[in-house]
């Protein structure tokens, strides 16, 4: 049935608009904006103001200081922003990547949640004055919750995935501990827009990206990770999540693998993550290694975090092998331990498209 002209308008309109106005200061940290936003509603944040910092010629706005080579010792929030820029996150996870706001931007939020702002600096930085920023929320109209079936996920595909990964010489090492279903380019996109990057994948390629990152005044955080193999051959993708001056002995990263089988036809990656704290000495050489969180479970979960900051989620669920991994060693020798419970993450894009309310369909 046809609607009005009139009402069909109003169906498509924005329900409401709110505004709100604060003042944010160097010592603020992430200041509270009282603003929550729903998935798809539109932020137009404006700022206006001064800082001066102790070491700076010259006053910046909210656009931040230009970038510098003395920005590479620095560890900002934002390392594509300069130092003193205007940002913004949604949330207070651990996860939750922030964005440029500048002196303006115009965006639609990913996700719910509660919108915070901060200054981009390092917590060393001293800086004297503050911004007035100027935020105006538009509610998206809302349409009914579609409920998205997603094919089920079988014990006997989860079973033909090898609980754990192994070094180039066979010994075991980190727990599979996620899996993805999504085309190559989902998965990828997924993970650029949650803020991982692909590391380097030789010492060459971190010589010459970090020569042109030096050049262009931005932090190097894609450091190479070693080799690791399953079903047979080497991680197909690492990827990291680094503090950029930290990068050598902290880090978030996994290494992902595409599954030889399929899910009624989508394409399924085994994912092994863990996170670097520190240095550890390698027991099959004495040599030095990273030495990972041996709560392991802290990352899968921290991987699954910041995917849902993306709105590319259409479902996340825990499954659990027939013979899961709960206590072992790495390659290296570290001790970790598990749940033993496995990550499933289903990209936007498969069948039914993406929706908060997805299920899950039985088994055939």
Same mark, same amino acid.
């Given at each position: 049935?046809?609607?009005?002209?009139?009402?069909?308008?109003?169906?498509?309109?924005?329900?409401?608009?709110?505004?709100?106005?604060?003042?944010?200061?160097?010592?603020?940290?992430?200041?509270?904006?009282?603003?929550?936003?729903?998935?798809?509603?539109?932020?137009?944040?404006?700022?206006?103001?001064?800082?001066?910092?102790?070491?700076?010629?010259?006053?910046?706005?909210?656009?931040?200081?230009?970038?510098?080579?003395?920005?590479?010792?620095?560890?900002?929030?934002?390392?594509?922003?300069?130092?003193?820029?205007?940002?913004?996150?949604?949330?207070?996870?651990?996860?939750?990547?922030?964005?440029?706001?500048?002196?303006?931007?115009?965006?639609?939020?990913?996700?719910?949640?509660?919108?915070?702002?901060?200054?981009?600096?390092?917590?060393? #930085?001293?800086?004297?004055?503050?911004?007035?920023?100027?935020?105006?929320?538009?509610?998206?109209?809302?349409?009914?919750?579609?409920?998205?079936?997603?094919?089920?996920?079988?014990?006997?595909?989860?079973?033909?995935?090898?609980?754990?990964?192994?070094?180039?010489?066979?010994?075991?090492?980190?727990?599979?501990?996620?899996?993805?279903?999504?085309?190559?380019?989902?998965?990828?996109?997924?993970?650029?827009?949650?803020?991982?990057?692909?590391?380097?994948?030789?010492?060459?390629?971190?010589?010459?990206?970090?020569?042109?990152?030096?050049?262009?005044?931005?932090?190097?955080?894609?450091?190479?990770?070693?080799?690791?193999?399953?079903?047979?051959?080497?991680?197909?993708?690492?990827?990291?999540?680094?503090?950029?001056?930290?990068?050598?002995?902290?880090?978030?990263?996994?290494?992902?693998?595409?599954?030889?089988?399929?899910?009624?036809?989508?394409?399924?990656?085994?994912?092994?993550?863990?996170?670097?704290?520190?240095? #550890?000495?390698?027991?099959?050489?004495?040599?030095?290694?990273?030495?990972?969180?041996?709560?392991?479970?802290?990352?899968?979960?921290?991987?699954? #975090?910041?995917?849902?900051?993306?709105?590319?989620?259409?479902?996340?669920?825990?499954?659990?092998?027939? #013979?899961?991994?709960?206590?072992?060693?790495?390659?290296?020798?570290?001790?970790?331990?598990?749940?033993?419970?496995?990550?499933?993450?289903?990209?936007?894009?498969?069948?039914?498209?993406?929706?908060?309310?997805?299920?899950?369909?039985?088994?055939?």
């Amino acid at each position: 049935m046809k609607c009005a002209a009139l009402v069909c308008l109003l169906l498509a309109a924005p329900l409401w608009a709110q505004t709100r106005e604060l003042d944010v200061a160097p010592t603020d940290g992430w200041a509270d904006t009282s603003v929550d936003v729903k998935a798809g509603d539109t932020l137009q944040i404006t700022a206006t103001g001064q800082l001066q910092y102790v070491n700076a010629a010259q006053p910046n706005g909210p656009a931040g200081l230009p970038r510098g080579f003395a920005d590479l010792t620095r560890v900002l929030q934002l390392n594509d922003a300069g130092r003193g820029a205007l940002i913004g996150r949604i949330g207070s996870s651990t996860a939750a990547r922030p964005f440029l706001i500048g002196e303006q931007v115009t965006t639609k939020a990913p996700v719910d949640g509660r919108l915070y702002v901060a200054i981009n600096q390092s917590a060393f #930085d001293q800086g004297a004055g503050s911004y007035h920023v100027t935020i105006a929320r538009t509610a998206a109209a809302r349409a009914a919750p579609v409920n998205v079936t997603v094919p089920f996920f079988p014990k006997s595909l989860l079973d033909t995935i090898p609980t754990r990964v192994s070094d180039p010489n066979g010994a075991p090492g980190d727990r599979v501990n996620f899996i993805i279903i999504g085309s190559q380019e989902q998965m990828q996109a997924a993970f650029k827009a949650a803020g991982w990057v692909v590391v380097d994948r030789t010492q060459r390629e971190a010589v010459l990206s970090g020569l042109f990152a030096s050049l262009s005044k931005e932090a190097y955080v894609t450091l190479p990770m070693s080799e690791l193999h399953l079903f047979g051959r080497p991680q197909d993708f690492g990827y990291a999540q680094a503090d950029p001056l930290r990068v050598v002995a902290s880090r978030h990263h996994f290494r992902i693998w595409k599954v030889p089988d399929q899910l009624d036809g989508l394409t399924v990656w085994a994912g092994a993550g863990t996170h670097d704290i520190g240095f #550890d000495r390698d027991q099959r050489n004495n040599g030095i290694t990273h030495r990972i969180d041996p709560d392991t479970d802290g990352e899968r979960d921290y991987i699954r #975090d910041s995917l849902m900051q993306t709105g590319l989620v259409v479902k996340a669920a825990y499954v659990t092998p027939t #013979d899961p991994v709960r206590e072992a060693k790495t390659a290296t020798g570290s001790s970790f331990h598990s749940d033993g419970r496995t990550l499933l993450i289903y990209l936007a894009g498969t069948p039914g498209g993406a929706s908060s309310t997805a299920s899950e369909a039985p088994p055939k």
